[in-house]
Structure formats: structure tokens, C-alpha cells
């Protein structure tokens, strides 16, 4: 038997899977589909709710952080209202697809009985990527503030803070000119 190819992303002559890695791969698929299922199913404003932790970004400064709204724009998504997903913060469109994408693979191998996806060398791939994820994320923050101000979006925009109003004031004199 020749031996797996490995780099990639699909290993297609792979061993067995030990009965403790199937229970891994089930319990990570597990919780990222029960996290996805919260997600969707549960309204921040109804009588039962997720806890949340105030985004300390937006605490100081009034402003939104790259994920704030991600939760919300997620709910939006998983149920079907694309628009409002994509107005509260796109960033939740590929952060769902990953979810879901991760939760298939995982109960694919779970259900194949070996391995489909090399793991790690996905994680080394991405962590080449990180540092332009993080550029491009941080050159979409931009709009993201700057429309979230103009809008104004008050489920991300505090502008009853000091930072937020100044800079709401700056726009305003700006566009008038």
C-alpha cells in the first residue's frame, strides 16, 4: 500500500481512526453544531438568552470592534435573512461556512472511519495566512466603523460615549464641508 500523501489538504489512503479520535472528532463536531444550533435558535432578547461578555472595545470607546454584531449577523444568517446579516457585519458569512464546513468534515471522518482532512497541515496553511487575514480585516474595520457611525447603527454604535459622538461631530463638520 503506498504510503498517504501528505501537504495536503485531502488524505485519501489513511489508516483507521482509533476509537478515542472518532470521539474526539464526534465531540468537536458535536459542540461546534450545538454552538451553531444556540446561535440560531436562541433570540438575545427573548426570555431565554446566550450569556454574553460586552465587547471591551466598544465598552471604551463607543465604537465597534471587527466582530461586534458577529453573533447577531450569524443568527440573521442561519435564519435566512442574508441582508441583515450582511448589514450587521459580513464577517459572519465565512465565520458560519468554516463552522459548518469544519462540523461536516469532522462527521464525515467520523462516519468514513479515517481520516479526510490533515488537520495540521490545514492549521499551518492558515497561519501562513494569518497575517493578511488580519490586514484585510483590520482595512474592512475601517467602513465597518465609519458606516456603523454614519448610519447610525445603534446595536453597535454607543454614541452616548464621549469617542463615538467626537467622532460622529467630525464627520458631520466633514461632510458639510
Same mark, same amino acid.
Request: net charge positive.
Given at each position: 500500500?503506498?504510503?498517504?500523501?501528505?501537504?495536503?489538504?485531502?488524505?485519501?489512503?489513511?489508516?483507521?481512526?482509533?476509537?478515542?479520535? =472518532?470521539?474526539?472528532?464526534?465531540? %468537536?463536531?458535536?459542540?461546534?453544531?450545538?454552538?451553531?444550533?444556540?446561535? %440560531?435558535?436562541?433570540?438575545? =432578547?427573548?426570555?431565554?438568552? /446566550?450569556?454574553?461578555?460586552?465587547?471591551?472595545?466598544?465598552?471604551?470607546?463607543?465604537?465597534?470592534?471587527?466582530?461586534?454584531?458577529?453573533?447577531?449577523?450569524?443568527?440573521?444568517?442561519?435564519?435566512?435573512?442574508?441582508?441583515? %446579516?450582511?448589514?450587521?457585519?459580513?464577517?459572519?458569512?465565512?465565520?458560519?461556512?468554516?463552522?459548518?464546513?469544519?462540523?461536516?468534515?469532522?462527521?464525515?471522518?467520523?462516519?468514513?472511519?479515517? =481520516?479526510?482532512?490533515?488537520?495540521?497541515?490545514?492549521?499551518?496553511?492558515?497561519?501562513?495566512?494569518?497575517?493578511?487575514?488580519?490586514? /484585510?480585516?483590520?482595512?474592512?474595520?475601517?467602513?465597518?466603523?465609519?458606516?456603523?457611525?454614519?448610519?447610525?447603527?445603534?446595536?453597535?454604535?454607543?454614541?452616548?460615549?464621549?469617542?463615538?459622538?467626537?467622532?460622529?461631530?467630525?464627520?458631520? =463638520?466633514?461632510?458639510?464641508?
Amino acid at each position: 500500500m503506498p504510503p498517504p500523501i501528505t501537504g495536503t489538504l485531502i488524505q485519501p489512503m489513511n489508516p483507521p481512526l482509533l476509537p478515542y479520535e =472518532r470521539g474526539i472528532r464526534l465531540a %468537536a463536531a458535536g459542540l461546534l453544531l450545538l454552538g451553531i444550533t444556540l446561535v %440560531a435558535l436562541i433570540d438575545p =432578547r427573548g426570555p431565554i438568552s /446566550l450569556p454574553g461578555l460586552p465587547c471591551g472595545f466598544r465598552t471604551v470607546s463607543g465604537l465597534p470592534c471587527p466582530f461586534c454584531g458577529g453573533t447577531r449577523a450569524a443568527r440573521a444568517l442561519l435564519n435566512g435573512n442574508l441582508a441583515r %446579516a450582511a448589514d450587521l457585519n459580513p464577517l459572519a458569512y465565512p465565520a458560519v461556512i468554516l463552522c459548518l464546513a469544519v462540523a461536516g468534515a469532522l462527521v464525515f471522518e467520523v462516519l468514513r472511519g479515517r =481520516r479526510m482532512v490533515d488537520w495540521e497541515s490545514s492549521a499551518r496553511r492558515v497561519g501562513r495566512f494569518a497575517p493578511l487575514i488580519i490586514v /484585510l480585516v483590520f482595512l474592512w474595520w475601517i467602513p465597518h466603523i465609519l458606516l456603523a457611525i454614519r448610519t447610525p447603527k445603534l446595536e453597535l454604535v454607543d454614541l452616548k460615549n464621549p469617542i463615538a459622538a467626537c467622532l460622529r461631530e467630525a464627520l458631520e =463638520r466633514r461632510d458639510k464641508n
